[in-house]
């Protein structure tokens, strides 16, 4: 073989392998989405007939409004967690992040936990950002979310049936001081033998989530307002978040699959009786599921549009 022969392989080669991890990659994704597509409509199926019942009591302008007010809080769950990546150290641009946040939440119906963070990782990791980095915004968005939503479903619902709610927050507040976390994140990272963190969590980008995790909390309730205006919006953003909450300590299943719904029937007891609370807590899911595969969908149109 010639010089020019051998030289010609050897850039075929060298060109040849970039382009295969770019098709694998892309193979990957596809399957994480029809696989993450397929539980979120198996979830839908299964319940089929109680969810038309749902939607059949409701007017149009109710179930626009519910639809809204969840894209609305998505949104809010997306700034939370890309504030939490910008104070880390990574600033992703909004279109960029929604992709990587939207795209990598639909793992959420996949069974298991670590499907959206590795998700995250791997999209995250094709903008710059470091593994060790979405890892940890991704486990910080779990303290967060329980911390807020205890603390507005304690204020909402009121002291007297959720006093034992106090228990909880202490904990969860010590476990949101950046000086704790940064603490744990060092000690899991060094286990794990990879490289500590760039830039340690600050106060400031805490409190930051912690304000976007409000407004999400208080745009899911007015989801649920929508769908059973009985209690009054304050009641809805309280049922609404406790319902969540217990749903996310139970992580074992899917999107806390069943859990959220039987506890969202349990709160809605005092408004409802037991057959409207199952068409409303069914209802909400569904909506909820339209709204992430929605958001997927746009993020990903956006951010394609920003590549071309």
């Not at 939440?105 to 998700?119: E, N, R, S």
């Not at 959720?162 to 000690?187: D, M, Q, R, T």
Request: glycine share 12%.
């Amino acid at each position: 073989m010639s010089g020019e022969d051998s030289g010609t392989a050897g850039r075929s080669g060298t060109v040849g392998a970039p382009a295969k991890r770019v098709l694998l990659k892309r193979v990957v994704r596809l399957a994480f989405l029809l696989v993450a597509l397929g539980f979120g409509t198996w979830a839908v199926a299964r319940q089929w007939d109680a969810v038309v019942a749902g939607f059949a009591r409701l007017s149009w302008e109710a179930v626009a409004g519910s639809l809204v007010a969840v894209i609305a809080a998505l949104l809010g769950a997306m700034l939370t967690w890309r504030t939490l990546l910008a104070d880390l150290g990574s600033r992703l641009p909004l279109k960029s992040g929604a992709k990587v946040f939207f795209v990598g939440q639909l793992g959420k119906y996949i069974p298991g936990t670590v499907w959206p963070m590795l998700a995250q990782m791997e999209m995250g990791r094709d903008l710059g950002v470091p593994r060790s980095r979405s890892a940890a915004a991704f486990f910080l968005m779990m303290p967060i979310q329980l911390a807020t939503g205890l603390l507005i479903s304690l204020v909402t619902l009121g002291w007297d049936r959720y006093g034992w709610l106090l228990l909880l927050i202490p904990v969860l507040f010590v476990l949101l001081e950046p000086k704790v976390i940064n603490a744990v994140i060092g000690f899991g990272l060094r286990r794990l033998k990879r490289e500590p963190l760039e830039r340690p969590l600050t106060r400031r980008g805490m409190l930051g989530a912690l304000g976007w995790a409000v407004a999400g909390w208080t745009c899911y309730g007015i989801h649920l307002y929508f769908i059973a205006p009985q209690g009054g919006v304050v009641f809805a953003i309280g049922a609404f978040a406790l319902s969540w909450c217990l749903g996310i300590m139970t992580f074992v299943v899917p999107a806390g699959a069943g859990v959220r719904e039987v506890a969202m029937v349990a709160v809605l007891a005092p408004v409802l009786d037991r057959g409207s609370a199952i068409a409303v807590a069914l209802t909400s899911r569904i909506v909820i599921v339209i709204g992430d595969l929605i958001c997927a969908g746009l993020a990903g149109i956006a951010a394609r549009r920003d590549s071309v």
